[in-house]
């Protein structure tokens, strides 16, 4: 699929929503937002461009989304006047109803959008974004060919650990990636991470029988592997790593401390409660 024209993004966006018929309007006005939050200062350049989306955006969407926008936004200071005063105009549905900060992230709205959106998200994000993320290193080759094998043994557990270190996410994003079944986030972590072309289609072969049993579903993957940048593969990672701090912020320090009797050495314990987990699984593995 061919990028919409930086030089004038609010009509790329508009063709791209109105697209054989599928209307992504409202996820890409909530995607710009989500963006747009997650930096507390912008250049003039950005926030004109974000005033410009969103006020093209905002008319077109329906009213659940603008609450949700509007959500998004109350929280955070600084918003665009022009902006507000759309979302809060008789016209747009909102009736001026002050709302708390909302819990909707980038994160969320991903995983929730179905196959077709999820890809207009990520094809298009460097659209979105003001700046491309930081490059990310290619992870070790160890961790790449642990992801496969535990793909070719169908071992999800262990897959979701590895790739937990891999990506640098929480156990239970790493949980979300390796159990959807549409495949998406699994190619965003592909290309994140470097992984050869190979190497995914055997995993995305063995992994997930709903995703491994439809030839039609695992051409449409690789597809979107190849259009994946991964400038914007590392910037769809950059927002699961801020969303997963954010949502830290009233956790534990370790993820399973708050267990019974894992507290006097919880980082000795936690080791062995994952190696403990693994072995069954491997043992199950070997007796088939």
């Known amino acids: ?58 008319e077109a969407v329906d009213a659940q989304t603008r609450t949700i926008v509007s959500a998004t936004l109350a929280g955070y200071p600084g918003t665009p006047a022009a902006v507000l005063e759309r979302l809060a105009s008789p016209n747009t549905g909102n009736n ?3 709302l708390e900060p909302s819990q909707n992230d980038l994160t969320s709205l991903f995983f929730s ?21 930081r490059r990310i290193m290619p992870v070790a080759s160890e961790l790449i060919r642990r992801l496969e094998s535990a793909a070719l043994n169908r071992n999800p557990g262990e897959f979701s650990r590895v790739l937990e270190r891999a990506l640098g996410v929480d156990r239970d994003l790493a949980e979300k990636i390796t159990a959807d079944d549409h ?49 914007s593969a590392e910037y769809m990672l950059t927002i699961w790593r801020t969303t997963a701090r954010r949502r830290s912020v009233h956790a534990p320090v370790y993820w399973n401390d708050e267990r019974p009797g894992l507290r006097p050495n919880p980082k000795s314990t936690s080791r062995h409660a994952i190696e403990t987990d693994a072995r069954p699984a491997r043992f199950k593995i070997n007796e088939r």
């Open 113 to 133: 959008a179905p196959a077709e959106e999820r890809r207009l998200i990520l094809v298009n994000l460097d659209v979105a974004a003001s700046k491309p993320a």
């Open 183 to 231: 495949g998406e986030p699994i190619i965003v972590a592909a290309r994140a991470i470097g992984m050869k072309f190979d190497v995914l289609q055997r995993i995305l072969l063995f992994l997930n029988p709903v995703i491994g049993q439809s030839a039609r579903q695992i051409y449409k993957l690789t597809r979107l592997f190849e259009e994946l940048s991964a400038e």
């Open 1 to 58: 699929m061919v990028k919409p024209s930086a030089s004038n993004p609010l009509d790329s966006l508009v063709d791209l929503a109105c697209r054989d018929g599928v209307d992504v309007r409202p996820t890409l006005l909530r995607v710009v937002t989500d963006l747009y939050v997650q930096k507390p200062n912008h250049s003039t350049e950005e926030e004109t461009q974000f005033v410009e989306l969103a006020l093209g955006l905002i």
């Open 96 to 98: 001026g109803i002050r």
